[in-house]
């Protein structure tokens, strides 16, 4: 580009089959400079995509017709080097990795602010000419009990569904890290399942539940006569899982001697049994694993530094439960189906779930599937009840998800106001509770302003006649609520 010229502005296509939210997109997007397309279901898209140049696709997964999916695959087979983002109110964990099996850029979850619509473009067009193809997943992924502990709305939890979906497909290094329970094994299983390597095996080795003077022969294997008791050849883990994915669960409790023989053998791709004098060759992709401060023991010279820069080429960080609380009824959900055929079917009454979400959880979801199987088999009735859980009460704050929403935090309290209506057949209860919110908005909007009425009116969006109206209705009075 020759001096004074200016760069042409990006070209952003939307498609949406919501009005609001392509109104919304289009003006956010073009008040940041962008030249923006509309269209309002998946074969439009793809006709605009086919006849112009687009730097970026907004793409919502829900859509009459052809779905997000769909058509993000033919927008990709259009063009292999498409930067889509994928927009969806349904953020499962399979959405979230068939989006980037397909060679989506990143997730977009529902709702969303404006601001982070213009971050994320702006993240994406600039990475654009660096980005290469996501490698294909294997087709026709579907649920499985297995991965079923990995859902979550969470954005944390999202973001692991958007590595899985990254990284599955190559054979890179990755280091599992967070408390025990989050579910480092199952993102492994998880990563092996949706890779190439699928069909080959799966090898778990931990490095705290076997001694360290017997983990080197579980590694590595042994040759008969190698040591006492060694009656019989036995091939390691390193060869077991030739042409598939080791699993290194609690590496940082590896003997460092034995740390320095797994790193060779990393690096040189060959390993010999004790005892054997011959190298075999392995072919394995490496997932580790850790709820131990690495950086610490790296300090301590309890792990080796070269080790750790081998292990550590991408990183997952699992949130532990209590950080993402409002996970926790869908967890309940998914493991009271996962046992109910063999127990029965159960509920969960109002008052344990508000139990279940305000406990700590140090155990993370593994002690919280426990907990769910112990309380189906003590709950005869069908409902699961505060007394059927092994865990202590917590205070009212505390049952409110620390993470938990606006939106989510007046769902629970209109809840516990309509429990108990459902026999009743009138109870005016959409002008109560309007009347409710109605009055400690007004209050809290007047404290704002020190009760100025004219600037209480513009911010919520009603003349000052009408405020006027509601003050007296609810017996407010404005003097007093001034700085």
């Known amino acids: 580009m020759s001096e004074g010229q200016v760069a042409p502005a990006a ?12 109104w919304v997109l289009e003006k956010g997007l073009r008040q ?3 030249e923006v397309a509309l269209a309002k279901d998946g074969e439009r898209a793809l006709r605009l995509f086919a006849a112009e140049p687009f730097d970026l696709v907004f793409l919502d997964i829900r859509m009459p017709g052809m779905d997000g999916l769909t058509a993000l695959g033919r927008l990709r087979a259009l063009r292999a080097d498409a930067t889509v983002v994928v927009m969806t109110a349904h953020g499962t964990m399979d959405t979230a990795i068939q989006a980037m099996q397909r060679g989506a850029y990143d997730y977009l979850a529902k709702p969303f602010d404006l601001d982070e619509v213009l971050l994320l473009a702006e993240r994406a067009l600039t990475a654009r000419r660096l980005s290469q193809e996501v490698t294909r997943l294997r087709s026709g992924l579907r649920e499985v009990w297995e991965f079923g502990a990995l859902i979550g709305h969470h954005p944390r939890m999202q973001d692991v569904y958007k590595t899985i979906g990254r990284v599955a497909g190559s054979d890179v290094t990755v280091l599992l890290r967070g408390e025990s329970g989050t579910g480092k094994e199952l993102v492994a299983r998880a990563i092996h399942h949706y890779s190439r390597r699928a069909g080959r095996p799966f090898v778990a080795v931990s490095g705290a539940a076997i001694p360290g003077t017997l ?3 579980e590694m590595f294997g042994h040759e008969r006569g190698a040591f006492t008791d060694a009656r019989e050849r036995k091939l390691g883990k390193l060869e077991l899982a030739h042409g598939g994915t080791l699993y290194l669960d609690e590496i940082g409790d590896m003997p460092v001697e034995l740390q320095t023989k797994l790193l060779r053998a990393l690096q040189e791709r060959t390993i010999e049994r004790l005892g ?14 850790t709820n131990r401060d690495l950086e610490a023991l790296m300090k301590e010279e309890r792990f080796r530094e070269d080790l750790y820069y081998r292990l550590n080429v991408v990183t997952v960080h699992l949130p532990p439960l209590r950080e993402r609380r409002r996970d926790i009824p869908l967890l309940v959900e998914h493991f009271l189906a996962k046992y109910g055929p063999a127990l029965g ?7 344990a779930l508000d139990r279940l979400v305000g406990h700590d959880w ?10 769910i199987q112990r309380a189906m088999v003590m709950a005869a009735g069908g409902v699961i009840l505060p007394e059927h859980l092994p865990i202590g009460p917590v205070s009212a704050a505390a049952s409110v998800a620390v993470d938990a929403t606006l939106e989510e935090i007046i769902e629970k309290k209109l809840m516990e106001c309509v429990r108990g209506l459902r026999e009743h057949a009138s109870a005016n209860l959409y002008d109560l509770l309007i009347g409710l ?6 209050r809290a909007v007047l404290r704002e302003t020190g009760g100025n009425q004219l600037r209480a009116a513009q911010i919520l969006g009603i003349n000052r006649n009408t405020l006027r109206k509601k003050l007296l209705e609810h017996g407010i009075d404005p003097d007093s609520l001034q700085s």
């Open 276 to 289: 054997g004098q011959e190298p075999i060759r392995i072919d394995v992709r490496v997932l580790a694993a």
């Open 362 to 371: 140090p155990g993370n979801v593994r002690e919280l599937e426990n907990v």
């Open 437 to 442: 919110v109605e009055k400690p908005l007004l």
């Open 11 to 22: 070209r952003i296509l939307v498609a949406d089959d919501e009005d609001g939210v392509r």
């Open 215 to 217: 983990l080197e022969s």
């Open 32 to 34: 940041a400079g962008y």
């Open 345 to 351: 079917e159960r509920g969960v009454a109002p008052e």
